[in-house]
């Protein structure tokens, strides 16, 4: 992407020199031509911001709705409606030529910037990725008949509709001697199988001598294929020309600084809270306040009086999230481990441990409590380790056990449960968290996002203690600026907030993620 | 040419038989034919990887070799129990640790299917693991039809190598340069295309159809077909008793013709496999036509699920994934791993695949040195019973050497046309 060397006028939004009609010959593209012009700082961050609100609005419709359904479009249009990009993204009736140019630019650039910004890492990549690519189905479904076709010719995509012949023959081979579909308003698109993969693997098109006979309603699987490839390359180019790129310290900062709060708030540092929570407290916060991961391992120790590595981390990060202070973290862990082992032991190896998570230690960083994302993927639970998220790494019927004890109905208990058979591990934490705290029942659906512990643990507090008022859980799908926030929110420095809620994943992603790890 | 030769097969003789195997029999010039492909690209043989298990199962990875000479010195210098044949990989492979681990990769390899008859115990009355026998042997016949009329017909491949594995499956090699190019979603796919059985212990109903069957899943039941009688009824004798065919009438899914069916067998309808298979598809059919049952295609389902080919699907997914070499030696049973020819798999009989101990039998009781109309000598392999399957080895190659040159003319053609 080239920034700033050219001879071009400085581009504003409404410069009418950018509009020329066969730089965008369709709305929809397929992003292969970088940019090549001057956009001011402001501009190059706001479109940053705004598309990534339509990214996160892309994940978190698609969690909660399945793909495709109109119940889904509907949702995610009003969504993207919200953003400043709507005109790019969304269709939109009559428009003049000049501005659907302009709308186009601005998609075109907008994706380019994010590039920038989520092509650091494979965990970012595949992020962005996935979004990108739902992003394309949906707007791509959208179109009529004819605006796909032009988009495939200006797409050069060498995609042709099969002779009248040839599609009789593919469709009779379909039917078998049974039905006789009618064919005439229907194009098969002749294509090699390996484009069509998806399409070849659960048996939903016919083959022959290595080609895919292709409806046209399943045309988009073929595109999403050529669109993904295209993608994953092209960001795996841009990571590795990024360190060479020449930068003066204004983008990268804020491309970090991007891709960070897809992470969400972090409960880290410029807590107001410490000295909060004591370490007598802890027992009867852990019964109703504690998320169920944070309950297993306070229970192992109270139990056993010892914690591994890993519990010791995720716990005792969270803890120092909740309010606890140095000090009383100490005496906590000490008041357990001695039952078990001398007091010099834990002197020499585990209160070292301790003062390192709250930068006394060590590099002196002070590390954030662990977010569900990093709970969920990292570090998996091996045998006798209790942390981990109990919705993803427990075996499902200890965990069904498990949650029974909580004074939940049978059919509360199937609700968490059929989340945890998706993959939905958040959603599952978070329909616990509102059965236990009285705030639904087990048909509805489920309101809030769980994405990190402490905010379990805040929320919780807040309901049990806080003032009269409902507090603002968030709701499922809002992306807008937050003016409501919590009194716990990080204050961030720029100006526009992006409230994100979601690092849900399916199982399948998760899968995905964790092979690319291995 | 004497088959009573594969009785004598002792598996103690492994370490004296080997060494005059590779001497003589191994047929090196048609192997090395194969894996170079031609030349094209020339490092494609020395970037090969092979694996050696010796004797006490050491095993050896990343063998590679320079040329035919260099695996002929190799080969008879070692004499492995096993060879398996894996990916083309960007460096020789036993050079790999010269290479930074980030750069040294599997690029190619031809697609890969393994049959195992042991994947169908629950299918079969007449064995169970590593034991075959006529009567399930079909089994692998109708797995090689099906398989090899889709490999063909849908996916375009043209240079399939069939082998059979020496004691109780059979693999394929798909040599086509599509196919050896494949990325891992690209075999993982096909695979699964060709995968209808699913579930394990604990599912009785693997097989199930949707509404509209595929015309793939079409053919292969058109196939199949061609085998219930002798097959289903006289060699396995699918519903010859209660206990047989309780099996059976468990993969029917509607209660109700279920029960009609086993009052039908206990109530002595019907005397034998076959009258009981008349009845149990009259059920199924009438079941159908009067809305008794969602399910359109329970005899189909019932047929492939006994009779449908079971692949691994990660034998094929992985592009470094290793596979038994053909023309090695199975050590339990002494046979050779022998090519299939497609399209006489009818005939083909895994007893009487030539084994070791039989094969340098043959060698010692022939003519001394006799030429063929060209003056050279003729191969040993040529004399013995190896000679009909290296013949269908040479067609095979044949079809390699034609697909290339034809390719060669074509993009000289290209050029030519300015």
Known sequence: MEFGNRTRTKSKTNDASRATDNRYPHRLQLYTQPPSDTISLQEFEELAVERLKVLKAVETVGITQQKGTVKYNELLEKEIAATKLKDSILRIKSVHPEKESDNSYRDHLSHFILRLAYCRSEDLRRWFLTQELDLFRFRFQMEDTRSRAQFLNASNLKYKPVSREEKNYVVKQLDGLDHMSNIDDIEYYKVPFTEALDLVRNRKVFLQSGFAYVPQDDLVSILLSVYRTLLSQALTVTARALPSMEEDGRLLPMLCGLSKRYLGQDYGARQQNVGAVTADMIDMLSKKSFPLCMQNIHTTIRHTHHLRHGSRLQYGLFLKGIGLSLEEALRFFRTEFIKNTDVDTFDKKYSYGIRYNYGKEGKKTDYTPYGCMKIIMNNAPATGDSHGCPFRHFDTDFLKQRISTFGLTKDGVEGVMKYVKGGHCQVACAKFFELTHGISDSSSEVEMFIQHPNQYFEHSQKLLNGPAKTPSTPRGVKIVNSQTATSRSSGSDTSIKVETMDETMSQEQMQAMEDDMV | ?418
């Open chain 2, 1 to 418: 040419l004497t088959n009573m030769s594969a009785t004598n097969y002792d598996q103690n003789c492994l370490p004296d038989l080997l060494p005059l195997y590779y001497k003589r029999l191994f047929p090196y010039g048609p192997y090395y034919k194969w894996l170079n492909y031609g030349g094209i690209p020339r490092h494609y043989f020395s970037h090969r990887e092979f694996s050696f298990t010796l004797k006490d199962d050491v095993y050896l990875r990343y063998q590679s070799f320079s040329d035919q000479q260099d695996f002929e010195k190799e080969l008879q210098k070692k004499c492995p129990y096993k060879i398996d044949i894996g990916a083309v990989y960007t460096h020789r492979p036993k050079e790999h640790k010269t290479v930074k681990s980030a750069a040294f990769q599997a690029q190619e390899k031809e697609l890969v299917f393994d049959i195992d008859m042991t994947d169908y115990d629950d299918v079969r009355s007449c064995c169970s693991g590593a034991d075959i026998c006529p009567k399930c042997w079909p089994l692998m016949t109708m797995a090689v039809k099906i398989l090899d009329r889709a490999l063909r017909e849908d996916f375009g491949f043209e240079h399939l190598l069939w082998v059979y594995s020496g004691r109780r499956g059979i693999h394929c090699w798909i040599c086509d340069e599509t196919a050896r190019k494949l990325s891992p979603q690209g075999r993982s796919a096909i695979a699964e295309y060709l995968t209808l059985i699913k579930g394990g212990e604990n599912q009785v109903r693997k097989v199930n159809l949707p509404d509209k069957l595929h015309p793939s899943i079409r053919q292969a039941v058109t196939i199949i077909n061609g085998y219930i009688v002798d097959y289903l009824m006289e060699k396995q004798d699918l519903l010859d008793c209660e206990q047989k065919w309780k099996k059976v009438v468990a993969l029917v899914p509607a209660d109700n013709v279920r029960e009609q069916l086993l009052e039908d067998f206990c109530g002595k309808l019907g005397k034998d496999s076959r009258s009981r298979w008349k009845i149990l598809t009259t059920r199924l059919e009438q079941a159908v036509q009067k809305n008794m049952t969602k399910q359109l295609h329970v005899e189909d389902e019932i047929k492939l699920q006994f009779c449908y080919p079971r692949l691994d699907v990660n034998v094929s997914k992985g592009v470094n994934h290793l596979l038994k070499s053909p023309f090695c030696i199975h050590p339990k049973t002494g046979r050779v791993c022998v090519p299939m020819d497609p399209r006489k798999i009818d005939e083909f009989d895994p007893m009487t695949v030539p084994t070791i101990s039989g094969l340098l039998d043959e060698l010692d009781s022939l003519e001394p040195a006799e030429n063929n109309d060209q003056g050279k000598k003729i191969k040993d392999y040529k004399k013995t019973s190896l000679g009909p399957f290296l013949e269908v080895f040479e067609t095979f190659l044949q079809g390699l050497e034609s697909s290339r040159k034809g390719k060669l003319i074509e993009q000289s053609d290209i050029k030519m046309e300015f």
